[in-house]
């Protein structure tokens, strides 16, 4: 059964031990212990059992399959599901932040619920929607909402509460337009994290690089922007597929902004054509592909329903780096799918075991195992990437 909803398009929102590893006391976090010691005896036993944990499904609360997706991928990343799992989140916990760490330990509790309980069972997730929603009163109620909205605003509260930055200096207004660009992206981002700098942001976040140049006097000027996820235009090709590549090309394509669009050029002092134009200066651990099915016509939201041909294997990026790099070769591990249409639609996820190196459909509370070959499909709408080797140090 298909959910009725209207579409809210997205908005910009505000290495570990290893898994079996004996967890040590720490007197500051006696109720966490039970937990742990379970959650890890638990895990061993199934390393060595044929039964696979993480094949639980969330029910649905009415119209929370958007939810349930993106958690779904979330359970399935590798690193962040230790971090829950070991609760070494405990350590980073920052009670500086505006839900003091509610929204966190919800998570956390429900990925330990996702990997400890029976594969045939279903959990409720209604704890965790009460923070969520609590972080984000957009997410108040049962309409269906954007999954990659949902995404952003989630790990953004989740980064939030896991800051190791317990006070944020003032920003800095010296400018860096005077250096070389490999030294301003390197102080672009040593002053990112300065401010924002926990185990969520290791994993998700990069960094861009746009470029601007000048028609008139041939300027470029840099800038060196953190990102959480991409999201990339479709091509519009008639009725034939199109390739992740291709939709990677057209957002890294030199754009021409002119006429009401020209910046102001910091040479000329004067409003100029100026041509823009995006590469990947850091690769993230975890990479996360927006694909642009949605778009907000005069009269109502549209969809995209075109076919958009990805690797599951081996994606080699070297070619939008920004700068020259040994390796950013990704492999996919999830998939949040959209299915129907504008006005009503269904979320799924597909995800890969990070255990059993297995594919399984999640659709709310139901998990089914499913072939690798049947990933790819024109509902795909978030693509989770995991680099395969680490990226090269800036």
Not at 52 to 75: A, D, K, W
Not at 156 to 161: F, Q, R, S
Not at 224 to 242: H, Q
Not at 311 to 337: I, M, P
Request: charge should be positive; aromatic fraction near 10%.
């Amino acid at each position: 059964m298909r959910d009725s909803y209207t579409v809210t398009l997205p908005e910009e929102p505000p290495a570990l031990p290893d898994l079996h590893k004996e967890l040590r006391p720490r007197a500051s976090m006696p109720g966490s212990l039970l937990v742990s010691t379970f959650v890890g005896l638990v895990l061993n036993k199934t390393k060595s059992s044929k039964a696979v944990q993480g094949l639980t499904g969330l029910r649905n609360l009415g119209n929370t399959c958007f939810m349930n997706s993106i958690l779904q991928c979330l359970s399935n990343t590798r690193e962040l599901r230790d971090y829950c799992l070991q609760n070494l989140y405990l350590r980073d916990l920052n009670n500086n932040s505006r839900m003091r760490t509610a929204l966190m330990a919800e998570f956390a509790k429900l990925i330990q619920l996702l990997w400890t309980s029976s594969p045939n069972e279903s959990v409720s997730p209604s704890e965790f929607k009460t923070q969520i929603q609590r972080y984000s009163p957009r997410f108040v109620g049962y309409n269906q909402q954007d999954a990659q909205e949902f995404l952003r605003f989630l790990l953004d509260g989740l980064h939030g509460e896991v800051n190791r930055v317990l006070v944020r200096p003032r920003a800095s207004a010296d400018t860096l337009d005077h250096l070389p660009d490999d030294e301003k992206s390197r102080q672009m981002w040593r002053r990112y994290q300065e401010r924002e700098d926990s185990r969520v942001s290791d994993l998700f976040v990069g960094q861009l690089k746009s470029s601007l140049t000048c028609s008139e006097c041939g300027y470029c000027s840099t800038a060196f922007d953190p990102f959480w996820d991409l999201s990339l235009p479709i091509p519009k090709k008639g009725y034939g597929e199109v390739t992740l590549m291709d939709c990677l090309r057209l957002f890294t394509k030199e754009d021409v902004l002119d006429g009401d669009e020209k910046p102001t050029c910091c040479r000329c002092k004067a409003r100029t054509r100026c041509t823009k134009k995006f590469s990947i200066q850091k690769f993230p651990k975890i990479l996360v592909l927006h694909l642009k099915r949605f778009s907000e016509a005069r009269i109502r939201a549209s969809k995209l329903t075109t076919f958009v041909n990805f690797q599951l294997k081996d994606l080699d990026l070297r070619e939008f780096a920004a700068q020259s790099c040994n390796h950013a070769v990704y492999n996919l591990y999830a998939v949040s799918n959209h299915s129907g249409t504008t006005m009503g639609g269904h979320y799924t996820a597909y995800c890969k075991s990070p255990v059993s190196g297995e594919w399984h459909s999640f659709n709310d509370s139901r998990v089914t195992p499913m072939s690798s070959s049947h990933v790819r499909s024109s509902d795909a709408y978030l693509l989770f990437y995991e680099l395969a080797s680490p990226a090269s140090r800036m």
